[in-house]
């Protein structure tokens, strides 16, 4: 509804007011040619048309301190065009507020029965707005915490941090509601506009549940696989084959196979146990130790047709869990063998860098394609199944490795090309390294 302004040439106030004065001048000289008195008359004239005009202009007046809302009475003379354009003005204003409250009114109902609970934060991180599931699990109300620093409200250490870092896409998993009882939270916090933060709470109580049901299913079940695995093992044992070639055959496969499910239920068990773990030992562990029996157990698995050298260049242990890590590392030097073809190199390094220190597995085996790089550390992911099998692999030992590399807060790297081989470097932060000279211990 745009409005134009009015243009004074073309106005027909304009042109109405001037036609009437000319008309009044008019018979005012008429009148005062008859009477004799001219200049009486004319006085008159233009005094009544400027007392006229003054109280037209007090009408306008009246009119805009009404707030214009109303139509502007008629007959204001020469204002009545500029109160007419006002109006309009007015309307269109009017018009266009309606539709942005409307749609702004529109917007916060459904924020409001979003079920994920959303806080609308100043740059100064002040409560602006927040709608009824933030309320319910941040324990908000309406009337006492608007405009209150969220800092301040919260007493959890754990958010707390959180929110001082104020770090977008690095939301807090897993934080207790402080409302109510029993609810887990996620928080995420999405920068908008300028300075303006969006605090996302998410009840994942039910899918914590739901994870801790799958991981308690899956330690259950290797547990309980594990003691008929070790009869059906001891009875294969037992078997008496030699002397008949087809059950020989037979037995060695069921042997093979049965080896093969211990490694997975037993794998599956580690994980199980690193996955409940929030921490991991603080042993120290000397580097030089480690190195030494993970040569003895790549020489016994390669069997002499690998060229196998460890590398040490940092004198620096880890705390940590000597066990875990011992298999982790063993899991990537056995990767190594096992993907390497016989005559190939594999070297391993200790070696310190800017940030820490790094473990490190090269080989010049098959290589990884790129694409499946991105998903090579999860559960069963392998990239071909029957060479994994061949190979004797479970397809969980990345996973083992990025789990207990995770409870040392170290990060897994892997590097691989196709045909000329991987890199598998494990970086440790100075927080997690120990001197050379400390009491070690393998
Ligand atoms: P697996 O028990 O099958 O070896 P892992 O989790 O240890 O399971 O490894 C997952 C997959 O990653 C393997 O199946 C293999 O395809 C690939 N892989 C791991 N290490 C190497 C390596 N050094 N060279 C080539 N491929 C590798």
Sequence with gaps: ???????????????????????????????????????????????????????????????????????????????????????????????????????????????????????VLSALRQIVWFNESAARLLGLDGQHHRGLIIDRLVTNPQILAWLAQARANDPLIDVPSPSIADIRMSMRLIPYAQDQWLLVVRDVSTLLKLEQVRRDFVANVSHELRTPLTVLYGYLDLIDSENDPELSGMVCEMRKQSTRMAQIVDDLLTLSRLDAQANTDDESIAMDAMLASLRRDAEALSQQQHDIRVDTTSVHG??????????????????????TPPGGKIVVRWFDEDDGSCFEVEDSGCGIPKEHLPRISERFYRVSTSRSRDKGGTGLGLSIVKHVLGLHQARLEIRSEVGTGSIFSAHFPHARLIDGTEHESA
């Design 318 to 339: 880890i705390r940590g869990s000597a066990n875990d890590l011992h298999s982790a590392f063993a899991n990537l030097v056995a990767n190594a063998v096992r993907y």
């Design 1 to 119: 509804m745009p409005t134009s302004a009015p243009n004074v040439l073309q106005s027909r106030a304009w042109h109405v007011s001037i036609g009437r004065l000319l008309l009044l001048v008019g018979s005012a000289l008429a009148i005062g040619i008859a009477s004799g008195h001219i200049a009486i008359a004319l006085i008159v004239v233009f005094a009544g048309y400027s007392v006229w005009s003054l109280y037209s202009l007090l009408r306008v007046q009246r009119w805009l301190l009404a707030r214009a809302r109303l139509p502007p009475p008629s007959d204001m003379g020469v204002w009545s065009e500029d109160a007419e354009f006002i109006y309009r003005r007015h309307q269109t204003g009017r018009y266009q507020q309606r539709r942005l409250v409307r749609l702004l009114r529109a917007y916060r109902e459904a924020a409001a029965v979003l079920p994920d609970g959303v806080v």
